[in-house]
Nanobody, 118 residues
C-alpha cells in the first residue's frame, strides 16, 4: 500500500499562483510516476501533470507554460510539487494526487480544492 498526503490549494484570484505538494510513503518503489488529475463539477476528470522518477514530465495542453511539476525522491518517500501560475477561473477544481507508473495511477490522495475567483 501507498499513502498519499496532499497539501496546498485554496482560494486565489485570477492571475495568482498556488503550489500543491503531495508525499507518497509506504510501498514506494524507485520506478514510479506521480502527478495530479483534476475534477471540476460537470466535467470529466483530466490529467493535469505527471512526473516520472527519470524526470520525464507530461502536461495537459491547457496548463503548459503555466504549471510546473517537480519531484524529490528520498529513500522511503516521494514528494511532488505542482507550481501553478497565471491561474484562470477554469482551473477551479478538486486536484487529486496519484502515485503509480507512467500514465497509470494506482493510488490516490484525498484531493485538495483549488478555487480561482475574483
Amino acid at each position: 500500500q501507498v499513502q498519499l498526503v496532499e497539501s496546498g490549494g485554496g482560494l486565489v484570484q485570477p492571475g495568482g499562483s498556488l503550489r500543491l505538494s503531495c508525499t507518497a510513503s509506504g510501498r514506494v518503489f524507485s520506478i514510479n510516476a506521480m502527478g495530479w488529475y483534476r475534477q471540476a463539477p460537470g466535467k470529466q476528470r483530466e490529467l493535469v501533470a505527471e512526473i516520472t522518477n527519470t524526470g520525464h514530465t507530461t502536461y495537459a495542453g491547457s496548463v503548459k507554460g503555466r504549471f510546473t511539476i517537480s519531484g524529490d525522491n528520498a529513500k522511503n518517500t516521494v514528494t511532488v510539487y505542482l507550481q501553478m501560475n497565471s491561474l484562470k477561473v477554469e482551473d477551479t477544481a478538486v486536484y487529486l494526487c496519484y502515485y503509480g507508473t507512467y500514465l497509470s495511477p494506482e493510488f490516490w490522495g484525498q484531493g485538495t480544492q483549488v478555487t480561482v475567483s475574483s
